[in-house]
């Protein structure tokens, strides 16, 4: 009976707090079951070697009463390992409540579990999870996986412990397995929240990313929130895909924004999961500033020109994403690649082509550029180092910004087109015309020279407005305001999408001209839901129709040039087609470009 009534008291507490309290098991975990592939931190020499990771009295009070039964590590390599100890503690350094040695014939490289002798209650106190290993020489053990916003992790290289989190942010693989009978069936543990931009301008909108794990028993598909902010308030539900148990997610929330303010804290509460009360709110916190308009911080438009024939191209690339995945101000980089550098391919964009012919020089096609600069018959190289690369977008962000710019975007998912409302402020009398760009992440390679089959392109420009923009009308304030559109293809990864709207100068007397002023990018998954009217700037012209009948291709209405790709990505042509699925892609008369799939 003494140990019935606690039991049924806390059954009691979260029922009354609106939770289901039901038995199971769930897994205690910051890293989403993932292990790197390369090691880091690596500890030279001989050492005795420690690392660990705090999970809060925040994150652990919800799992009160229930015990931890089972450790889990994930490690990069067992070379030259004899054993590894994982422990839990109060803190690092001290007596581990629970340990157990996983030797060496048992250990292997990625996740290894182990079964503690005696489960260890959760009090709601906080405690480290970590582990330990001797080492006669450098081991390439620990596996941290990178995180924006990561919580602390601790290293003992063989002369005390100490926090390394600033100089290795990311979370350690180790994992607890939680069983009890007072587990949560739906609730989350939030592991970031991210603003997309740091400073916003005054009468714009925030756009905060929410990162979480599901904690709960069943999968989750929505959650409740609040947002609090001196600027502004904000709540809702959002709706997402289910994520299974144990599962990361990501929800993508908008704050709008009313005066100005110093750096700010934009308070984050979630207070349900699938419509069920949570019994506490789960909170995070990320600082916003809000300047009075105009904003005039540059933002950078970097530019790459690439083609699946380019063996040295994916090498490139791969310099330009590793400068930016270092850079703390990346996300004032907006990077689209064009499928254009030299030759086209089944990815390429009519716009990519008028830029690759209007930035060419005499020999080469432009390989990189930074808000179109160098421009018209010059070429841009890209830089043969990673500093070079750095280097030149740091110029491009100390450059003066010639207008603030940002939008909200709306998408409509059954017509496939995205509408942005973009406003401003100019620098100056200028002519500027607004250009739309949409790109995706994780687009499989045909076959890449270079790399091969299994190639992932990232950044790959997707559809564009009108090629040169839209005419920017600038108020007597120097304010402005207007709408684009562009059409995308509905089977695209939407999730994976990014929009980008940039203002170039469009006055054909200027030095400068088409070269960018400012820009602003969001992922697509900010976007509103609605049903959009085709017909602003140059999208997909509905006056244009596609469709087949006894193996031919028909296409009518305002268009100016066509090409049939085999589902390979294949060139071929209208008529004469064979069973099979077809990707159609027009060039309307406006300049927009419609792909469609077409089974025949």
Same mark, same amino acid.
């Given at each position: 009976?003494?140990?019935?009534l606690p039991r049924l008291i806390l059954l009691m507490i979260l029922a009354t707090a609106g939770m289901t309290a039901s038995a199971g098991s769930v897994m205690l975990s910051r890293c989403g079951g993932e292990t790197a592939s390369k090691a880091s931190p690596t500890i030279e020499g001989k050492a005795t070697v420690g690392v660990a990771t705090l999970f809060t009295s925040d994150e652990l009070t919800p799992l009160a009463g229930n015990e931890i039964t089972t450790l889990r590590v994930g490690i990069v390599s067992r070379l030259k390992?004899?054993?590894?100890?994982?422990?839990?503690?109060?803190?690092?350094?001290?007596?581990?409540?629970?340990?157990?040695?996983?030797?060496?014939?048992?250990?292997?490289?990625?996740?290894?579990?182990?079964?503690?002798?005696?489960?260890?209650?959760?009090?709601?106190?906080?405690?480290?999870?970590?582990?330990?290993?001797?080492?006669?020489?450098?081991?390439?053990?620990?596996?941290? !996986?990178?995180?924006?916003?990561?919580?602390?992790?601790?290293?003992?290289?063989?002369?005390?412990? %100490?926090?390394?989190?600033?100089?290795?942010?990311?979370?350690?693989? $180790?994992?607890?397995?939680?069983?009890?009978?007072?587990?949560?069936?739906?609730?989350?543990?939030?592991?970031?929240?991210?603003?997309?931009?740091? $400073?916003?301008?005054?009468?714009?909108?925030?756009?905060?990313?929410?990162?979480?794990?599901?904690?709960?028993?069943?999968?989750?598909?929505?959650?409740? +929130?609040?947002?609090?902010?001196?600027?502004?308030?904000?709540?809702?539900?959002?709706?997402?895909?289910?994520?299974?148990? #144990?599962?990361?997610?990501?929800? =993508?929330?908008?704050?709008?924004?009313?005066?100005?303010?110093?750096?700010?804290?934009?308070?984050?509460?979630?207070?349900?999961?699938?419509?069920?009360?949570?019994?506490?709110?789960?909170? *995070?916190?990320?600082?916003?500033?809000?300047?009075?308009?105009?904003?005039?911080?540059?933002?950078?438009?970097?530019?790459?020109?690439?083609?699946?024939?380019?063996?040295?191209?994916?090498?490139?690339? &791969?310099?330009?994403?590793?400068?930016?995945?270092?850079?703390?101000?990346? =996300? #004032?980089?907006?990077?689209?690649? /064009?499928?254009?550098?030299?030759?086209? &391919?089944?990815?390429?964009?009519?716009?990519?082509?008028?830029?690759?012919? =209007?930035?060419?020089?005499? *020999? +080469?096609?432009?390989?990189?550029?930074?808000?179109?600069?160098?421009?018209?018959?010059?070429?841009?190289?890209?830089?043969?180092?990673?500093?070079?690369? #750095?280097?030149?977008?740091?110029?491009?962000?100390?450059?003066?910004?010639?207008?603030?710019?940002?939008?909200?975007?709306?998408?409509?998912?059954?017509?496939?087109?995205?509408?942005?409302?973009?406003?401003? %402020?100019?620098?100056?009398?200028?002519?500027?015309?607004?250009?739309?760009?949409? %790109?995706?992440?994780?687009?499989?390679?045909?076959?890449?020279?270079?790399?091969?089959?299994?190639?992932?392109? /990232?950044?790959?420009?997707?559809?564009?407005?009108?090629?040169?923009?839209?005419?920017?009308?600038?108020?007597?304030?120097?304010?402005?305001?207007?709408?684009?559109?562009?059409?995308?293809?509905?089977?695209?990864?939407?999730?994976?999408? #990014?929009? @980008?709207?940039?203002?170039?100068?469009?006055?054909?007397?200027?030095?400068?001209?088409?070269? $960018?002023?400012?820009?602003?990018?969001?992922?697509?998954?900010?976007?509103?839901?609605? @049903?959009?009217?085709?017909?602003?700037?140059?999208?997909?012209?509905?006056?244009?129709?596609?469709?087949?009948?006894?193996?031919?291709?028909? !296409?009518?209405?305002?268009?100016?040039?066509?090409?049939?790709?085999?589902? &390979?990505?294949?060139? @071929?042509?209208?008529?004469?087609?064979?069973?099979?699925? +077809?990707?159609?892609?027009?060039?309307?008369?406006?300049?927009?470009?419609?792909?469609?799939?077409?089974?025949?």
């Amino acid at each position: 009976m003494k140990q019935f009534l606690p039991r049924l008291i806390l059954l009691m507490i979260l029922a009354t707090a609106g939770m289901t309290a039901s038995a199971g098991s769930v897994m205690l975990s910051r890293c989403g079951g993932e292990t790197a592939s390369k090691a880091s931190p690596t500890i030279e020499g001989k050492a005795t070697v420690g690392v660990a990771t705090l999970f809060t009295s925040d994150e652990l009070t919800p799992l009160a009463g229930n015990e931890i039964t089972t450790l889990r590590v994930g490690i990069v390599s067992r070379l030259k390992l004899d054993g590894v100890k994982v422990w839990v503690a109060s803190a690092p350094g001290e007596t581990p409540l629970r340990s157990i040695e996983i030797a060496k014939a048992d250990l292997k490289s990625g996740w290894n579990e182990a079964t503690l002798a005696e489960p260890l209650l959760i009090t709601g106190d906080q405690l480290y999870i970590g582990y330990s290993f001797t080492q006669l020489s450098k081991c390439n053990v620990i596996s941290v !996986i990178p995180s924006e916003n990561p919580g602390i992790l601790m290293l003992n290289d063989g002369n005390g412990w %100490t926090d390394i989190s600033a100089s290795c942010p990311g979370e350690l693989s $180790v994992e607890a397995v939680v069983e009890g009978e007072n587990l949560a069936s739906h609730d989350i543990t939030l592991s970031a929240v991210t603003p997309e931009y740091p $400073v916003a301008e005054t009468g714009t909108d925030a756009y905060i990313r929410l990162d979480f794990v599901n904690t709960g028993l069943d999968p989750l598909s929505s959650l409740s +929130y609040e947002i609090s902010h001196i600027s502004g308030r904000a709540e809702g539900t959002a709706a997402f895909e289910p994520v299974e148990p #144990r599962g990361k997610g990501s929800v =993508f929330l908008t704050l709008p924004l009313a005066g100005s303010c110093e750096a700010s804290p934009a308070t984050v509460s979630v207070t349900a999961a699938n419509g069920n009360p949570l019994a506490s709110p789960r909170i *995070r916190q990320a600082m916003i500033a809000v300047a009075d308009a105009p904003y005039l911080q540059r933002n950078v438009l970097l530019e790459e020109f690439s083609n699946e024939f380019c063996n040295n191209c994916p090498a490139a690339s &791969d310099k330009i994403h590793a400068v930016l995945a270092s850079m703390p101000e990346a =996300f #004032r980089v907006a990077l689209a690649v /064009h499928h254009a550098g030299s030759a086209y &391919d089944y990815f390429t964009v009519e716009a990519s082509k008028q830029y690759e012919s =209007f930035y060419s020089g005499k *020999r +080469y096609s432009p390989m990189m550029m930074t808000d179109r600069t160098p421009f018209s018959g010059c070429v841009d190289l890209v830089p043969s180092t990673e500093e070079q690369i #750095r280097s030149r977008i740091e110029a491009a962000m100390n450059q003066p910004a010639g207008a603030s710019l940002s939008f909200r975007p709306a998408i409509d998912p059954v017509n496939g087109l995205v509408e942005i409302e973009a406003c401003g %402020t100019a620098d100056n009398d200028v002519d500027m015309a607004l250009t739309l760009f949409l %790109t995706e992440d994780n687009v499989a390679a045909i076959m890449q020279a270079g790399a091969g089959k299994d190639y992932i392109h /990232h950044n790959m420009l997707r559809a564009t407005g009108a090629a040169w923009g839209e005419a920017v009308a600038i108020g007597p304030d120097r304010s402005f305001s207007l709408k684009a559109q562009l059409a995308f293809d509905t089977a695209w990864k939407t999730g994976d999408c #990014r929009l @980008t709207a940039f203002l170039t100068d469009a006055d054909p007397e200027s030095p400068s001209y088409r070269r $960018v002023l400012q820009c602003f990018s969001l992922p697509l998954p900010y976007a509103r839901q609605a @049903t959009i009217t085709a017909g602003i700037g140059a999208t997909g012209d509905e006056a244009v129709a596609i469709s087949a009948e006894a193996g031919n291709i028909s !296409i009518s209405g305002d268009y100016s040039s066509a090409e049939v790709f085999t589902i &390979d990505g294949r060139p @071929t042509g209208l008529r004469a087609l064979v069973p099979g699925i +077809y990707i159609v892609r027009v060039t309307t008369g406006s300049g927009a470009t419609v792909t469609r799939k077409i089974t025949i």
